[in-house]
C-alpha cells in the first residue's frame, strides 16, 4: 500500500506539534535515499510543493565521489539543480524517529519540470507506463535478506581508522537460524522493533525470519503495484539499518560479507493482473497453470537474463554470492518450485501462480531491478517469445544451460550491448549506468584487498 498520511492528517499533526519534521528523499543510483529534513510547519506551507538538489545526486558512487564522463552533468556543466517534486502518496510517519514523517519524491529537470530520465523512480514509470499500455497491471514483492551485528557502525569506523580490520564482526548468532525460533527469540528486541516500526511507516509486513546462516535475517511485506513495491524496498531498508542502529546494533546488506556464510538476497516475485483485476498470468487447464501470457513472459525474461544481470547485480561484490550449494542461482533457467534455478515457478496451479527472479542480492537499486524485469518479461509477450522446456534437477551441475554471468565485467558488457534495454530505457539510460559499472569496475580494479595482502605480503 501507499503512504498512510494525507496531507491533511500530516497538517493536523503539525498543528497538534506531534510532527516537527518532514523528510523529503529520493532514490539515488544505488537505492538510497537522498534529501532534506524539513521543519514541518515550512513543508506544509510551502515546501509540500518542491524543493532543489544537486544534480551530482545521479552521477556519485558510493562514497559520493563525483564520478566524470556521465552526460547528464560534470564540472564543466556546473552540477546544477534538480526539481524534487514530492509525491504526496507516498507520506508516512516513522514511529521510529520522534516527530519525524517521510515522502519520496521525483527528479524533476529544473527547466522543463519533465521527470529525469536516468532516475530510477522514472524508469520504472517509464515500464509500468508500458504494461499498463498493454492492458496489464504488474506486482511485485521482493525478499529482503541481511545481516544482524552486535556490533555499531561507529566501532566499524573505529576499527577502519585504527587499521584494525574487520576480524571483530559479530553476528548476533553463533549458528544457522533458518526458521529457528529459540535463536531469533534472541534477537526480537531489534527485530520486533523492525516489524512494529515498519508497519506503522505504512510497510504491510507479514514476517521475519531466521535465514540460512548465523545472524542472517529476512524480513517479508505484501505484494504490490510495482513502483509501491520498490518504494517499500527502499523504506524498509532505511528503517532497518536506523532501527538496528537505535539499539547499538548495525546491518549490512551486501550480498556477500563473508566467502564462508551464505550472501544475502533479494527474490523478486512477478505477476501482471488484468485492468479488471484478473490474473493474466493463470490457466486452469495449463500443467502448471501457467497462461500463453505468463509462458511468454517468463519467456523473455530467459531469452534477456544475461542482458539484465547488471541490473539484478550491480557491484563487484554481488557475483561473489552465486556460489555453489549456498541457495544463489548459477544457472539462468527455470523451474517449478526448485531453489536451484535463477527463476522458480511459484504458486504452481492456483491464481497466485508467479514467477520468482532468485538472481537479485539483497544490494540492488528495485526500481533498476524491478524495471529490468519488466521490460524483459513484456519484450517476450510482444514478440510471443516460446518458453524453453522446464529444467529439472540439480541445476548446479547442468551442464550446457544459459548462465549467469561470472562478474560484472561481463554483465556491464553484455548491457552496453543490449537492444532490447536501449529500445526499452533509451541510449541515455544504458549508457548512464553502464558507465557506473564501469566506474565499479576500475574502482575495484585499483584497489589492495586485504585477501591479496595476507596471500603474497611475505610469499610473492
Known amino acids: 500500500m501507499p503512504g498512510n498520511m494525507t496531507f491533511d492528517e500530516l497538517k493536523a499533526a503539525v498543528k497538534k506539534g506531534e510532527i516537527d519534521t518532514v523528510i523529503v528523499a529520493a532514490p539515488d543510483m544505488q537505492g538510497r535515499l537522498m534529501g532534506k529534513r524539513f521543519l514541518a510547519q515550512f513543508f506544509v506551507d510551502k515546501g509540500y510543493e518542491e524543493t532543489h538538489c544537486c544534480n551530482y545526486l545521479l552521477t556519485v558512487d558510493m562514497d559520493m565521489t563525483t564520478v566524470q564522463g556521465y552526460k547528464s552533468t560534470s564540472w564543466e556543466t556546473g552540477y546544477g539543480d534538480y526539481v524534487l517534486k514530492p509525491d504526496l502518496s507516498t507520506l508516512r510517519p516513522l514511529p521510529w524517529l520522534p516527530g519525524t514523517a517521510l515522502v519520496l519524491g521525483d527528479m524533476l529537470d529544473h527547466h522543463t519540470h519533465e521527470e529525469v530520465a536516468i532516475a530510477p523512480r522514472t524508469i520504472l514509470k517509464k515500464q509500468v507506463a508500458r504494461a499498463r499500455a498493454m492492458g496489464f497491471e504488474p506486482m511485485m514483492a521482493t525478499e529482503l535478506e541481511f545481516y544482524l551485528f552486535e556490533n555499531s557502525y561507529e566501532q566499524f569506523r573505529d576499527w577502519q581508522q585504527g587499521g584494525q580490520g574487520w576480524g571483530g564482526l559479530k553476528p548476533v548468532s553463533a549458528y544457522n537460524e533458518d526458521y529457528h525460533i529459540f535463536q531469533t527469540t534472541k534477537e526480537e528486541e531489534v527485530m520486533r522493533a523492525i516489524r512494529n516500526g515498519l508497519y506503522g511507516a505504512g510497510i504491510p509486513v507479514e514476517n521475519s525470519k531466521g535465514e540460512a546462516e548465523a545472524g542472517q535475517e529476512e524480513i517479508n511485506y505484501h505484494y504490490s503495484d510495482a513502483l509501491d513495491t520498490a518504494d517499500n524496498h527502499v523504506i524498509v531498508k532505511q528503517g532497518v539499518k536506523e532501527i538496528a542502529w537505535t539499539k547499538g546494533k548495525s546491518v549490512t546488506f551486501m550480498a556477500k560479507y563473508d566467502h564462508r556464510r551464505a550472501g544475502s538476497s533479494s527474490h523478486v516475485h512477478q505477476s501482471l493482473w488484468s485492468k479488471d483485476g484478473k490474473p493474466s498470468f493463470y490457466d486452469k487447464s495449463d500443467k502448471h497453470g501457467m497462461s500463453e501470457v505468463m509462458k511468454h513472459f517468463l519467456a523473455g525474461q530467459l531469452h534477456h537474463a544475461r542482458d539484465i544481470t547488471a541490473f539484478l547485480a550491480p557491484y563487484v561484490n554481488s557475483y561473489k554470492r552465486f556460489t555453489i550449494g549456498m541457495f544463489a542461482p548459477t544457472k539462468a533457467v527455470w523451474s517449478a518450485d526448485n531453489r536451484t534455478a535463477g527463476f522458480r515457478l511459484c504458486g504452481e496451479g492456483t491464481k497466485a501462480v508467479r514467477v520468482e527472479c532468485r538472481i537479485p542480492g539483497s544490494d540492488i537499486n528495485p526500481y533498476l531491478t524491478c524495471a529490468a524485469l519488466l521490460a524483459a518479461g513484456l519484450d517476450g509477450i510482444e514478440k510471443k517469445m516460446v518458453l ?47 558507465h557506473a559499472a564501469q566506474w565499479e569496475i576500475s574502482e575495484t580494479d585499483r584497489v589492495v584487498t586485504d585477501f591479496e595482502l595476507q596471500r603474497l605480503l611475505e610469499r610473492a
Open 388 to 434: 524453453e522446456p522446464e529444467a529439472s534437477g540439480d541445476m548446479y551441475m547442468a551442464k550446457k544451460v544459459r548462465e549467469i554471468p561470472k562478474n560484472l565485467r561481463e554483465a556491464a558488457a553484455l548491457l552496453n550491448k543490449s537492444k532490447m534495454l536501449r529500445a526499452a530505457m533509451g541510449d541515455d539510460v544504458v549508457d548512464h549506468y553502464h
